[in-house]
């Protein structure tokens, strides 16, 4: 049985032996261990991906890509593994894998409740905050999922008057991917709130 010091060490002989540390580069890497581990027990991949994080030697998108793509353990996840994986993230990329590779899809897919991710933006801590608004990318990929536009408007009006440039540029994104399903809730909501809304993101 593969342990996860094992997976570990697999993922960081692969990734930092790689002649190129571009993106394709790495998910091409990604995807081939993933295919390794396919069927190993959730519960090491998740341990795995959170020895990664915390040894902080490849980008997490790596280690957030292989929770997203090991059935096992996208199926089991659990609010306390979900707050693991988010802790220490720093920066707007490692909060951008996190909301779309893991918290997104767990929310999207009923493994986390709402109040969850509201709790993110109440949060004190920025990076929180732009989570819970990068979350509700999952919820209007296609298909959508259960009351999209009302859990997505939820949290952007709870983070309405933010002025923290992460968190104004992920509420653009948040209602710029609505968009893509319900314009005209996208639309009215911007329209309605124009003046709580910061200049970037109200049309001009």
């Known amino acids: ?47 795995a991906a959170l020895a990664l994080i915390s040894r ?17 353990a996208m199926e089991g996840i659990s609010w306390a593994e979900i707050e693991q994986l988010g802790e220490g993230m720093a920066s707007w990329s490692e909060v951008d894998s996190f909301g779309c590779f893991v918290s997104g899809p767990a929310w999207a897919a009923e493994r986390i409740r709402d109040a969850k991710v509201k709790g993110w933006a109440k949060s004190f801590d920025r990076w929180h905050r732009r989570a819970a608004l990068v979350s509700t990318l999952a919820l209007n990929d ?30 653009s994104w948040a209602l710029r991917r609505l968009g893509t399903v319900d314009p005209e809730a996208s639309r009215n909501f911007i329209n309605q709130h124009k003046e709580q809304l910061a200049s970037r993101i109200v049309p001009r």
């Open 56 to 72: 902080k030697r490849v980008h997490r998108f790596i280690p957030y890509e292989i929770v997203q793509n090991h059935p096992g």
């Open 142 to 171: 296609c298909p959508v999922a259960r009351d999209s536009t009302k859990r997505t408007l939820e949290i952007c009006r709870m983070l309405i008057s933010d002025r923290d440039d992460m968190v104004v540029k992920a509420m």
């Open 1 to 47: 049985m593969i342990t996860a010091k094992e997976v570990v060490a697999e993922v960081e002989k692969e990734i930092l032996s790689a002649r190129s540390s571009t993106v394709p580069v790495l998910r091409a890497i990604r995807k081939t261990i993933s295919r390794k581990i396919n069927l190993l027990d959730r519960q090491i991949v998740i341990e």
